[in-house]
């Protein structure tokens, strides 16, 4: 079999601040296959959007790649050339940000943002990259392209904004896209729209997608397979339905625990005790035992990442192995 | 765009009108001119004669009167010195001044964009700290020792430019300008820089707080991942983003800098409108005074309105709500 689309070994991105180092991604390994989309899962902190940054080279300094392989079909792209990674950026890989108010920039037209982004790696006309353009807005349901091509972001609304960003993401079909929250800011109906748009759209290019999100029920629908990030490592990983039904995990566990639709009414929501611990100086050993109700002396050591079912590991001594009750 | 323009046209109007008020009472309470322009020789009847004849017998609003009724026709007196119109005497020198201060705002934005715009992309190099330590000199020393100093060094020691004047000039449209004369540009370089020595600086710590805060925003990195060139990304996207405040600023400091291009004129003898106004006031010249302050009342009205619609033109949010 050939390279897998996007293979990521032991990526370490830290930050070498004054005030110390931050390990914001700390040893995270995943694969994503053409046309599979995976789902990184975590707090805010966990390291998910740095990790997202480091995938296209955008990590800014202080911080930089320490550590690790980001294989972009058997290339890896940690190493590569500023110049190389350019000509991958937009182009092979994409990005779509989580403020779609935030991404698109307020003093150029839709169609300038557009048309630069396939002239950046096309050698086309101006007139065939409006065309491109103008394809791309149809393509994630804009009505009226041409019109809207010559509209400026504020005349958007911000579910708009965003398919203009996901059609900006798409104009080179891309073998990976990296998905930040994309539906974070927007409403419950638009999210579902955009939800299924990114999926067919990834089925339809066989694009391989990593949607991180915080969102456990959007990952439910949407990936085949879920990395869930704790405090810069992954802590579990494996197929969706698996991950989600069975969690390993304490903290999996946790997460899942504190989705309010799964509570049964007039009982209190249940949450994870405490917070993310501050990256600066995290406990030795595995960094939830603080929040972790299963925790034991052994966790002072820090845990090895083990397969405890077929695909699924997770990276803990006293995994819930026992069937969970619904 | 037509309403807006019509809008602001009103309330234009409205401004020169309490300016003129304002303006025609506090030269009133400068000083009686009589005392400086009436010899002291002059015996009763000659002094009731001048005094008639220079309209000065009547009371304050009588006076504002006559002076709005010939403002409207265009009229804004006749000079008591020279004795010819005062808005002649500054329309004559507005060229020179405006020409200095035309060549200092671009002075300005031509070295000050680029050191700003450097200073913001590379904030930690030597050169950086270099560029912004010298441009707290730029705020801090004084104008007219800035220029003596410069006479100094490239007039007197080095001889290179020439220290006073405006130099050969050519006469268009019945004005004389000095810029398209080689003779007239040497003399111009001096003071022009002396007068942009503040703005540079001004417009080296906007670009540079500008560039610094735009290299943050979402959409830089946005424009990054889409694979742009780092030229693009700063040319295009975060440049036309921090034109917005320079433009604003070095707008309204236009105004400022011919309003007090008054201590440079001096320094360099330079023949504007500052020169003018500070002769008058010594000798209480209340018709060139007053005519001198509506010019620029009118100038910074017109600076504002034009600021404003180059505001419009490079950020969009503006143009729709001008539009609705």
């Known amino acids: 079999m050939s390279a897998p689309t996007l293979e990521v070994r032991n990526l370490k991105t830290h930050f070498f601040t004054r005030a110390g180092v931050v390990k914001a991604v700390d040893d995270v390994s995943f694969t994503v296959e053409s046309g599979k989309v995976l789902g990184l899962v975590g707090e805010s902190g966990s390291g998910k959007t740095v990790t997202g940054f480091s995938i296209l080279g955008l990590v800014d300094a202080p911080g930089r790649i320490a550590g690790g392989q980001i294989l972009f079909k058997g290339r890896d792209l940690a190493t590569l050339p500023e110049a190389e990674m350019r000509g991958l950026r937009g182009n092979r890989i994409a990005m779509i940000f989580q403020d779609p108010m935030m991404t698109l920039n307020p003093v150029l037209r839709i169609d300038t943002q557009m048309i630069e982004t396939v002239q950046a790696h096309a050698k086309v006309s101006r007139e065939e990259a409006r065309q491109r353009s103008r394809d791309a807005l149809g393509q994630v349901g804009i009505p009226s392209p041409d019109e809207r091509l010559k509209a400026y972001p504020h005349q958007f609304s911000g579910g708009m904004r965003q398919r203009v960003a996901i059609a900006i993401a798409l104009l080179h079909k ?6 930040d929250e994309p539906t974070t800011a927007l409403d419950v109906t638009i999210q579902g ?26 990952v439910a629908g949407l990936a085949d397979d879920i990395a869930v990030m704790y405090a810069g490592k992954v802590v579990e990983s494996g197929p969706v339905t698996q991950v989600l039904d069975a969690p390993l995990h304490p903290y999996t566990l946790g997460l899942i625990g504190s989705v309010p639709s799964r509570n049964k009414r007039g009982e209190p929501l249940r949450q994870i005790p405490g917070m993310t611990p501050s990256l600066l100086n995290l406990p030795a050993g595995c960094a939830f035992r603080s929040r972790c109700p299963r925790a034991e002396p052994g966790c002072a050591e820090p845990p090895p990442m083990a397969e405890y079912r077929p695909g699924q590991h997770a990276r803990c001594i006293h995994p819930h192995q026992e069937a969970v009750a619904a | 765009m037509t309403a807006f323009l019509l809008r602001r046209l009103i309330q234009a109007a409205a401004v020169v009108l309490v300016m003129s008020l304002l303006v025609f009472l506090g030269v009133f309470a400068v000083g009686d001119p009589v005392e400086i322009l009436i010899s002291p020789e002059a015996d009763q009847f000659e002094r009731e004669r001048a005094i008639k004849a220079l309209g000065l017998d009547l ?3 009588r006076q504002y009167l006559v002076f709005l009724g010939n403002a409207l026709q265009g009229d804004l ?9 005062a808005l002649k005497l500054i329309l004559e020198r507005m060229p020179a001044t405006l020409e200095l201060a035309i060549g200092a705002t671009l002075a300005a934005l031509i070295i000050g964009l680029p050191l700003g715009l450097y200073a913001g992309l590379r904030p930690n190099s030597a050169m950086s700290k270099g560029i912004m330590a010298t441009s707290i000199l730029g705020f801090s020393l004084p104008t007219f020792w800035v220029g003596l100093m410069l006479i100094m060094v490239f007039a007197v020691q080095l001889g290179w430019l020439p220290s006073t004047g405006r130099g050969e000039t050519v006469t268009i449209l019945g004005m004389r300008w000095s810029f398209l004369t080689r003779d007239g540009i040497a003399h ?13 600086s001004l417009v080296i710590r906007l670009t540079r707080a500008g560039v610094r805060e735009t290299m943050l925003m979402d959409y830089v990195k946005f424009a990054r991942a889409k694979g742009l060139s780092p030229a693009r990304v700063t040319f295009v996207h975060v440049f036309k983003n921090i034109l917005i405040p320079v433009v604003t600023v070095v707008g309204l400091e236009f105004g400022g800098t011919i309003a007090f291009s008054v201590v440079t004129e001096s320094v360099f003898a330079w023949p504007g409108m500052g020169k003018l106004i500070i002769d008058s006031i010594n000798v209480l010249d209340r018709p060139v005074m007053v ?14 309105l034009l600021v404003d619609i180059t505001y419009s033109l490079l950020d969009p949010r503006v143009r729709l709500e001008s539009k609705s």
């Open chain 2, 291 to 304: 005519a001198y302050l509506m010019m620029i009342v009118l100038l910074f009205i017109t600076i504002n």
């Open chain 1, 174 to 179: 891309p073998d990976v896209i990296v998905a």
């Open chain 1, 193 to 218: 729209q955009i939800l299924a748009e990114a999926q067919k759209l990834c089925a339809q290019f066989g694009t391989a997608l990593v949607w991180i999100t915080h969102d456990l029920s959007v």
């Open chain 2, 77 to 85: 007196g006749r000079s008591f010195v020279f004795n010819e119109p």
């Open chain 2, 188 to 200: 111009l370089i001096m003071p022009a820089l002396n007068l942009a020595l503040f703005k540079i």
């Open chain 2, 59 to 61: 009371p304050l609003w």
